[in-house]
């Protein structure tokens, strides 16, 4: 099927569905393209794998590009007029414990500000503007977890990487008062964290680090149900046995081309991304939302139950 009919077959579907009609959001002129989780059951739904799957990308950072900072809403609102994606972010703390996005812990890199991001108010951090990959300044500022949670409900997913001084407290607590749970999963890079996490609320997503069958095993034991599992297998491409072991289990993977597999498909070529989605992968968090999005559009199913998630 063609791109058109595709796109035809969502436009039929979103007619029918509410949440998806509820989706379709104009944002500067532009209509977003979205994905739309309004409930946990919904939520359990759409992440549990199975064969008509849609493919997706998860913007790392946003999907930061010239003059889209990463971590701004400027750069999440750029991504999704071109492609419906999770947006991955990373949460620091201010001096005087606001949440906001930052993923270094200086304020050096990514803004017009100087120091560690801890010694600063968030008064003092809404003075600096932003700064995107080139090095050029841009009129944008640092945005709190609070105004991104606000603003992605009936738009787009989220996972939320959480920095060493954050708290997980403090992450859950923002989820629980902006009932984000349907489109909010939280980032853990250890099985400690991960169960930390779950305690705390149970109904969450977590991306969880399975590369290999002793990760595996281990979170099998772990006493987090599989249905809350989204498997990240790291960085480099696990084997179609192991994906499909995944799968079996009803796990969704992501594959980190962020890095050398992205620059590999720059290099080489953005079919490589096809041949990741072709070899298990389900998500691709990548530092190229746009770019990865169109090279795997066509490995979208004719039909796909979990289409009436996804708006325009």
């Known amino acids: 099927m063609n791109k058109l009919l595709i ?6 579907v979103s007619c029918k569905e509410a949440a998806v009609t509820q989706a379709q959001e104009a944002w500067g002129g532009e209509r977003l393209k979205t994905i739309v989780l309004t409930n946990l059951q919904e939520t359990e739904d759409f992440y549990t794998w199975s064969s008509d799957r849609i493919p997706m990308v998860s913007a790392h950072r946003g999907g930061p590009y010239p003059g889209f900072p990463e971590n701004s809403l400027e750069a999440f609102e750029n991504t999704l ?4 994606s999770i947006i991955e972010f990373d949460v620091a703390l201010t001096k005087d414990s606001v949440l906001v996005l930052m993923h270094d812990n200086t304020l050096d ?3 017009t500000g100087k120091g560690r991001v801890i010694d600063h108010t968030y008064e003092e951090i809404q003075d600096l503007f932003l700064v995107d990959k080139e090095g050029t300044v841009t009129d944008f500022k640092v945005p709190t ?13 989220f996972t939320v990487d959480i920095k060493r001084e954050v708290p997980f407290e403090m992450i859950v607590d923002a ?8 489109y909010a999963a939280v980032i853990t890079y250890s ?17 969880v680090s399975i590369r290999n069958e002793e990760e595996l095993a281990r979170f099998q034991a772990s006493g987090i149900p599989v249905n809350r599992w989204i498997a990240f297998t790291g960085t480099s491409e696990r084997s179609a046995a192991f994906n499909q072991q995944l799968h079996e289990l009803g796990v969704f993977t992501i594959l980190g081309t962020l890095g050398n597999l992205d620059r590999s498909a720059i290099a080489r070529g953005d079919q490589l991304y096809v041949g990741f989605v072709q070899n298990g992968a389900d998500i691709l968090a990548t530092d190229r939302p746009i770019e990865a999005a169109k090279a795997i559009e066509g490995l979208i199913p004719m ?9 325009q």
């Open 7 to 12: 796109i035809g077959f969502f436009l039929l």
């Open 81 to 84: 007029k071109h492609t419906p």
């Open 109 to 111: 890199r990514t803004t």
């Open 145 to 157: 977890l609070e105004e991104v949670l606000a603003w992605g409900k009936g738009k787009s997913l």
């Open 175 to 182: 989820i629980k008062r902006h009932e984000a749970e349907p």
């Open 191 to 207: 099985l400690e964290a991960a169960q930390q996490i779950h305690r705390l609320h149970s109904d969450l997503m977590l991306s």
């Open 303 to 311: 039909q796909s139950l979990k289409g009436k998630y996804f708006g």
